[in-house]
């Protein structure tokens, strides 16, 4: 759900609390659900807590943004923007495909504003399946898959998943064990060993 995006109607409190909470409460909510889903995880966030964090009624969250599931996607969407994301990593052809795809995965989760939220989502995805579908949802689905479809290979999905699998194994080494001594490494050094496993994944017949 992009910003620009209407409210849900028919759901929650009617339109009066939403008047009460002023114009940007939707995304007064959507900061409060990163902060809360970053340093709770998910199960320990409630809709409630979200609310509380945000000084609304519950009722408004329910009314943006529906069930909890929904809020956490949306509280995560803000770090992949897909819409920009794939048009720059495609934009310089196949050549180099694999090192702009890594540069730009790093550079979201070196950035602590949408590193944090994807924390939250990594840390749940391998107990929660709400988590999980989120991560699916917005590193494969929205991101990756949609490279590969435009790329002249073979199992462009498959591909996707391998490059997902490999990018995701990185991120839960460096960032949430903080294995040592990928934990510290250089993003640059980084991408330059990760970029040409990439490439092959995604251009190679």
């Given at each position: 759900m992009s910003d620009t995006a209407q409210p849900r109607r028919g759901r929650g409190r009617p339109s009066r609390a939403e008047a009460a909470a002023g114009p940007g409460a939707r995304e007064l909510i959507r900061r409060a659900a990163r902060e809360e889903f970053a340093a709770r995880g998910y199960d320990k966030t409630s809709v409630r807590g979200i609310a509380k964090a945000a000084g609304v009624d519950a009722a408004l969250v329910h009314h943006y943004f529906g069930t909890k599931e929904e809020v956490f996607?949306?509280?995560?969407?803000?770090?992949?923007?897909?819409?920009?994301a794939v048009p720059a990593v495609l934009g310089g052809g196949p050549d180099g495909l694999g090192e702009r795809l890594a540069r730009y995965f790093l550079a979201v989760w070196e950035n602590e504003t949408t590193r944090a939220p994807l924390l939250a989502v990594v840390r749940s995805a391998l107990t929660h399946e709400a988590a999980a579908k989120v991560l699916r949802q917005f590193v494969l689905r929205r991101l990756l898959e949609r490279i590969a479809r435009e790329?002249?290979?073979?199992?462009?999905?498959?591909?996707?998943?391998?490059?997902?699998?490999?990018?995701?194994?990185i991120a839960i080494a460096r960032y949430v064990i903080q294995l040592e001594p990928l934990a510290s490494a250089d993003p640059e050094e980084i991408v330059a060993q990760v970029a040409p496993t990439l490439q092959r994944y995604l251009t190679e017949a």
């Open positions: 996607a949306a509280a995560v969407e803000v770090s992949f923007d897909s819409e920009q790329l002249d290979v073979p199992d462009p999905e498959f591909r996707a998943e391998l490059a997902a699998a490999h990018m995701i194994g």
